[in-house]
């Protein structure tokens, strides 16, 4: 990666036209850029591209050129992509997990409601056979 060099920029002011000598008014602005160096896979030129292009590039996957106007692009999976990935991977294992818990949530609930009803029929077996039911 190569860091920028400066450039320095003249603003003047015009009227109609006409830069005005007397009321010349000029202001430097510096610029600085990364760059990143690549060279061509066909034709071995080496070159420097502005890093927030290579960047894109790589998130996009959109093809881009050697000066010698060979084309070429970045096939492999940006950063992004695969976290996104890693994201989608655990959206779907809290879903498999929830899913899992809902079912053995619902299972509980029928083994409870089961207990309930086999305890409500020894209770009134218990009745009939200490008679409280008057038989």
Known sequence: MIYGYAIVMEDVCRSGGNI??????????????????HDC?????????????IDRR???????Y??????AYFPQKSDKEKLQEQLE??????????????????NLKTVEH????????????KKEIHGENGV
């Open 58 to 64: 790589r998130d996009d996957h959109k093809t881009f």
């Open 41 to 53: 896979i066909t034709c071995g030129t080496i070159w420097a591209m502005p890093s927030e292009y």
């Open 20 to 37: 005005k000598k007397e009321n010349k008014m000029s202001q430097k602005i510096y610029l600085s850029s990364q760059f990143d160096i």
């Open 114 to 125: 089961s207990r309930r009803a086999y305890k409500g029929q020894v209770t009134q077996l």
């Open 66 to 71: 050697c000066p010698n106007g060979h084309s």
């Open 89 to 106: 991977h655990c959206k779907t294992d809290i879903k498999f997990w929830q899913n899992g818990y809902d079912a053995k949530s619902d």
